[in-house]
């Protein structure tokens, strides 16, 4: 393994390319290609910055079956698939494999559950992981094994959060962001968290009482299956009112966790490999992208 497994969150790589690039931009079907040039952009540049030993883009749900049963809110603000994104969409699978990548799809999970997987299958073999996504969930995967790329803000650019990055952005250790999702919620996936607790209070609690259920029995909250409640403990953050909303919605809270829990995937593990040029060349100019597969010739 003399470099890492490099990890794309290719749902999310087709919806930015999609509304980054403009829709000028057309295939040999005279409709707009940029979703799939710009995903193939990314990864090439990726590949070139990380020099990896194998490359996986995971594919999923858009939504797994076991979150929206336990929220219906789940993503369930998010507008429909634009149709031209969707035909990109319906393509990436055979367009991204012809580079020789290897193709790992979630089925009725989501392709971050994937990505979370595959990155703890290398760690446990000695091996290294750079997971290239945007969805705060997967920082939780974050240790000496495993970095997240993600972008550094409005602009295109990508950012290496590690270990102490994650502490820096969110203000709590890699295995306490899921604690923190169902504390402050994550309105990109409709996840509400708890009333009254933004990202620096639910912070400040994780770091006074641990993880969720430490927070919970402070604010005096019964224990998952029943336990009594202990008296509640206020302070670093937890003021008695704020203890009462944590005891009325610690259901809610508890919920909000099982939802942005990263789950196992029964997937294969990726074997090295290298990126086909030539084959991604002509991948590329048979869909109509041209310069992308001029480019790739010159490699």
């Known amino acids: 393994m003399s470099g890492p497994l490099l990890l794309f969150d290719v749902p999310w790589l087709l919806y930015r390319a999609h509304f980054a690039l403009p829709s000028s931009i057309k295939g040999a079907d005279g409709e707009p290609i940029g979703a799939l040039l710009g995903t193939a952009r990314t990864i090439l540049a990726e590949i070139e910055e990380h020099r990896p030993a194998a490359v996986c883009c995971a594919f999923g749900a858009e939504e797994a079956t076991h979150r929206t049963a336990l929220l219906p809110a789940y993503h369930a603000h998010r507008d429909p698939m634009p149709d031209a994104l969707r035909r990109r969409w319906d393509q990436a699978q055979d367009f991204l494999a012809a580079f020789g990548w290897a193709i790992r799809d979630g089925g009725k999970l989501e392709a971050d559950d994937v990505m979370a997987t595959l990155a703890k299958t290398r760690s446990a073999h000695g091996g290294d992981s750079v997971i290239v996504t945007a969805d705060r969930d997967l920082m939780a995967c974050v240790d000496e094994h495993v970095v997240v790329r993600r972008p550094a803000g409005r602009g295109p650019g990508l950012v290496t959060v590690d ?77 008695p009112r704020l203890a009462e909303k944590l005891r009325d919605h610690a259901a809610d809270a508890r919920r909000d966790r099982a ?41």
């Open 163 to 239: 270990v102490a990055g994650v502490e820096e952005a969110l203000g709590v250790r890699p295995d306490q962001v899921t604690d923190l999702i169902a504390l402050r919620g994550d309105p990109s996936d409709g996840i509400p968290g708890a009333p009254g607790i933004g990202a620096k209070t639910a912070a400040r609690l994780l770091a006074a009482h641990g993880d969720l259920e430490g927070v919970l029995r402070a604010a005096g909250a019964e224990g998952p299956d029943g336990e009594p409640a202990e008296v509640p403990r206020h302070g670093d953050g937890l003021t």
């Open 259 to 299: 939802v942005a829990l990263l789950q196992h995937a029964e997937v294969d593990a990726v074997p090295d490999g290298t990126t086909d040029a030539a084959a991604g060349a002509d991948a590329a100019e048979a869909l109509g992208m041209a310069r992308l597969a001029k480019d790739l010739r010159a490699v």
